[in-house]
């Protein structure tokens, strides 16, 4: 997911495939390359909310001007 704005974005909803924990992998954000270190920590739980033609959702933190990669955790 990327944003493009000085914006952060808080409670940002995606559609997903499948129910689980989702994990970020990537943060552009992370104190680790100099950012803020603005995102979803530990992970987030999937919601029975249909979105975007998806089954599930999961709801998000955008980091401003960064881009962050989300993966299973399986």
């Not at 808080?10 to 970020?24: A, D, H, N």
């Not at 943060?27 to 033609?53: C, H, I, R």
């Amino acid at each position: 997911i990327l944003n493009f704005t000085p914006v952060p974005r808080l409670g940002y909803r995606i559609g997903v495939p499948r129910s689980s924990l989702y994990r970020e992998i990537l943060n552009s954000d992370s104190q680790f390359y100099g950012g803020s270190n603005l995102g979803n920590g530990e992970g987030v739980a999937t919601e029975n909310t249909p979105w975007m033609g998806h089954p599930y959702s999961i709801v998000i933190t955008v980091p401003p001007l960064a881009g962050i990669v989300l993966a299973l955790a399986e």
